[in-house]
C-alpha cells in the first residue's frame, strides 16, 4: 500500500509524503502506483516550474516527500491551490483503489 502525507499547518497544506508501494500490479504495469507518481510529480513542478519555489524535496527508492520553508504569505496561497487538488485528486484515486492508497492527513 502506498501511504500519502498531507501535512498541514493552521488549515493549509504545507507539504506531502508518499511512500511504499500500492501493491496493486506489477512494477512497470501498475496504473495505481503511476496515478500516485504523476498526481504528487505534478504537484512538485507546479510549485517549483509555476510558481518558482524551492521546497526541500527528499526522493528515495520507496517514495519522496515535499515541504515548503520560508515561503511568503502570497506564495502559500497560491501553493496551497496546487497542493489541495493535488490532494483531491488522490482521495479521488483513493475511492476507486483504497486498498492500494491511504491517505493521512497530519498538522506540523
Do not use: W
Amino acid at each position: 500500500m502506498t501511504t500519502v502525507t498531507i501535512f498541514r499547518s493552521k488549515g493549509r497544506i504545507v507539504g506531502f509524503e508518499a511512500s511504499g508501494h500500492t501493491g496493486y500490479s506489477e512494477e512497470g504495469s501498475d496504473i495505481v502506483c503511476s496515478a500516485v507518481s504523476a498526481l504528487t510529480q505534478g504537484a512538485l513542478i507546479g510549485l517549483t516550474e509555476v510558481l518558482g519555489l524551492h521546497p526541500a524535496v527528499r526522493t528515495g527508492d520507496a517514495g519522496f516527500s515535499c515541504r515548503l520553508n520560508g515561503v511568503s504569505e502570497s506564495d502559500f496561497e497560491k501553493a496551497d491551490l496546487i497542493l489541495k487538488t493535488m490532494a483531491l485528486s488522490l482521495r479521488s484515486a483513493a475511492t476507486t483503489y483504497g486498498s492500494y492508497i491511504k491517505i493521512v492527513e497530519r498538522e506540523v
